[in-house]
């Protein structure tokens, strides 16, 4: 795995996005040091930044390459819009998913062609629709008669996935989907029948088994669903479906190894006899969690008792709306460069029960509890590791604070 990621590294120096910009090469222990640097050297005003770490990116790749290379990665753009990630992304031969005008013009903007965009999201806006169009989009997703009609109005040579919810509801989904998406068993033949009358050209049939999912045997149950509207097809005479998209819900670590395990099997068992079958997926968590880490400065203290308070500038309305919205369990270390702890992650210090809150004026923007951290103070820092799914994404400027505004820097670490 060495030699594969240092050779993806002059891959993803030169990328969309990346290349221009400074990256800086990490040792494997280094990202502290980095992020002590950037500190002490171009942060005077303590605002919060991003390191995203592209030597991540790339063993994520490496990862995927080896563990599903049958599921074409189509990374979900919604998880995290990041230039850089994104432009990675690209020139490693990802794929993408966009929910939106806005994101197919970002995805375009890189100079990826559109033929390596599905536009994954079943109820789009007409308008959106047009613009697909216009740009040679050709891939996108229905579960409603609605839907059929606006594309038969606007693009009716796109090629369709018919989006069902999966039959095994219950992956363990940290975010699931069901409710929102999704045809029923009993819909699949009515809509089939409904774009076989529109001339409409239905290509494979999508799921997804909710974000977050901790079960992995929820593939097989969508897997094996999709073979039976593949058979609903064939038996109404319409052409072999040849496109079967299993979704995102994967992250990163062992419940990717058992998800492989899950799919592959299942694959094999349901879809062995479709000689022209292409199988993509849609991850967006599991490329874009790991490879971001947050520091944000602690701006104020309160001691109450034993009890340590402190706020941070950025919080449930910014990057870590993840509590809420994404249902994300959250840690943070330290990073202290005004306290007197004798190592610079005050390890091995004396700890208080912390809480720790956001910087805008509603109590609400909380970020932890009951936290243990050492004595710290206004002007310290704290730093949240695997920040990259579902954060800055879904940030607001609230209270003019504002989550866009955050910096990235740049790194790659070697990871062999
Ligand atoms: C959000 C979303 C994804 C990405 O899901 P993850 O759980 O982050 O992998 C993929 N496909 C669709 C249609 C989505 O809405």
């Avoid at 640097?37 to 995203?52: A, D, G, H, R």
């Avoid at 529109?198 to 088994?209: C, D, P, T």
Wanted: charged letters at 15%; aromatic letters at 8%.
């Amino acid at each position: 795995m060495g030699s594969i990621t240092r050779n993806l590294q002059g891959v993803i120096l030169g990328a969309p996005g990346v290349t221009g910009k400074r990256v800086t090469a990490l040792p494997k222990t280094g990202l502290t040091d980095f992020m002590r640097s950037i500190i002490s050297k171009e942060q005077e005003t303590k605002e919060p930044f991003y390191v995203l770490d592209l030597g991540v990116v790339a063993a994520l790749i490496d990862k995927w390459t080896r563990t599903l290379p049958m599921a074409r990665p189509f990374y979900a753009v919604k998880c995290n819009p990041e230039r850089a990630l994104l432009g990675s992304l690209a020139a490693l031969g990802s794929n993408f998913d966009c929910a939106s005008q806005a994101e197919i013009e970002l995805v375009l903007s890189l100079g990826v062609s559109p033929d390596r965009i599905v536009y994954a999201n079943p109820c789009k806006q007409e308008s959106h629709i047009k613009y697909a169009a216009s740009v040679g989009v050709n891939l996108t997703t229905f579960d409603s008669k609605e839907e059929l009609d606006k594309i038969q109005k606007w693009h009716p040579k796109c090629a369709l996935l018919i989006r069902i919810k999966a039959a095994l509801e219950d992956s363990g989904a940290r975010c699931p989907l069901g409710s929102k998406y999704g045809a029923l068993p009993e819909e699949v033949t009515p809509l089939l029948e409904a774009a076989q009358t529109a001339r409409l050209n239905v290509v494979g049939v999508s799921f997804h088994i909710g974000s977050g999912a901790t079960y992995s045997q929820a593939y097989e149950g969508g897997i094996a669903s999709a073979k039976s509207v593949f058979e609903a097809a064939a038996h109404l005479g319409m052409p072999r479906m040849t496109i079967l998209n299993i979704g995102g819900g994967f992250t990163a670590g062992s419940l990717f190894d058992e998800a492989a395990t899950a799919i592959k099997p299942a694959l094999q068992a349901y879809f062995s006899n479709e000689p022209d079958l292409t199988i993509i997926s849609e991850p967006g968590r599991f490329f874009a969690e790991s490879p971001f880490t947050l520091a944000t400065n602690i701006i104020g203290k309160r001691v109450r008792g034993e009890l340590r308070e402190y706020w941070i500038n950025d919080g449930i309305y910014g990057s870590l709306n993840c509590i809420l919205n994404d249902h994300a369990t959250i840690t943070c270390t330290p990073l202290a460069c005004n306290s007197n702890c004798a190592n610079p992650m005050c390890k091995g210090e004396r700890s208080y029960s912390s809480t720790v809150f956001g910087p805008t004026c509603d109590a609400l923007d909380t970020v932890l509890t009951g936290h243990q951290l050492p004595e710290l103070q206004v002007g310290d820092w704290l730093v949240f590791p695997n920040m990259g799914a579902y954060t800055a994404a879904a940030g607001s400027s609230f209270n003019g604070f504002n989550t866009a505004a955050i910096l990235t820097y740049l790194a790659y670490s070697n990871l062999s």
